[in-house]
């Protein structure tokens, strides 16, 4: 004969529900000193005015968010930025979803192998890669003497200019789409595709029909994550931009360091936040669709 014992549910105490906020404390503080202070700090900045010589006046002023939205030239640097990180984060979706999805279907050791080939430039500082691909792209570089060698076309010009820009960021930002993209294929089912294969669909056809569908989290993912890289990236620009490519984080160096309006560098440093929450807005509507 089976005797049921009915037992009362276990009730945490005071202090067992003290210990989940006492484990946020470190996090919270390092949140506050090393983001929200210097964010907050920016946003103060920016309603204050500078003189030639870059001292604040202090004050509260809108005539620097006045002067940047209504000037010709930071509305169009804000257009050529947002137009510019969404051409490198599609290039980037292109050449790295080939990647994750071979990545996602190896095994053993190959897998191994190739995830470490993509985490590996990772471990290099984005200056050294940089660096990299002007001697790749120079016109005495390793891309135009192979343009040379075959006859066709004369040297291309591919560093100090857009296009040099787009390469390198295109390059240094796949490790991070290809990430993104392995966490979000975790959805992927490969009795799925079985299954469509068996009922007469074309490979094309599955992975229009299947694998794309089911990867759909993992590319807003990538996309969100290298959109905001790419359009608030600085080093590369700057080198392989020559000073000839302006974006938005180019600007901000030149406004705080060479001309010394500190008022006009964080208002585009706050122009760049809302453009972030309008990515991250996107990203979560968009989540909210495909899920």
């Not at 292109?94 to 999805?101: D, M, N, R, V």
């Not at 190739?114 to 290099?124: A, C, K, T």
């Not at 075959?150 to 291309?156: A, K, R, V």
């Not at 000839?244 to 706050?270: C, H, K, M």
Request: glycine fraction near 8%.
């Amino acid at each position: 004969m089976t005797t049921l014992i009915a037992t009362a549910p276990i009730r945490p105490n005071g202090a067992s529900r003290l210990v989940a906020p006492a484990l946020l404390i470190p996090i919270t503080i390092i949140s506050l000193v090393g983001f929200v202070a210097p964010v907050a700090n920016l946003l103060v900045l920016s309603f204050q005015k500078a003189e030639g010589t870059g001292a604040l006046l202090g004050g509260f002023s809108l005539d620097t968010w006045s002067a940047v939205l209504t000037d010709r030239f930071y509305l169009d640097l804000v257009v050529n930025s947002v137009t510019t990180s969404l051409l490198i984060t599609v290039l980037t979706l292109f050449a790295s979803y080939p990647i994750a999805l071979y990545l996602h279907r190896a095994r053993g050791l190959r897998r191994t192998v190739l995830l470490v080939f993509v985490i590996s430039p990772l471990l290099l500082s984005a200056v050294v890669r940089t660096y990299g691909w002007i001697a790749i792209l120079s016109e005495q570089g390793l891309i135009n003497r192979l343009i040379v060698a075959t006859g066709l076309w004369s040297p291309i010009r591919l560093v100090f200019n857009l296009q040099g820009v787009v390469i390198g960021l295109t390059e240094i930002l796949m490790p991070y789409m290809i990430l993104a993209l392995l966490a979000g294929f975790g959805r992927l089912d490969p009795r799925a595709e079985e299954a469509a294969a068996t009922l007469g669909a074309s490979p094309f056809t599955v992975f229009r029909r299947v694998i794309l569908p089911l990867s759909l989290p993992g590319i807003a993912l990538g996309c969100l994550l290298c959109f905001v890289l790419a359009i608030s990236a600085f080093i590369t620009p700057k080198l392989l931009g020559g000073g000839r490519v302006f974006l938005l984080a180019t600007e901000i160096y030149d406004q705080a360091i060479v001309s010394l309006n500190w008022p006009v560098a964080a208002t585009l440093s706050g122009v760049i936040l809302l453009l972030f929450g309008a990515a991250l807005v996107a990203y979560t509507r968009l989540l909210a669709r495909i899920a």
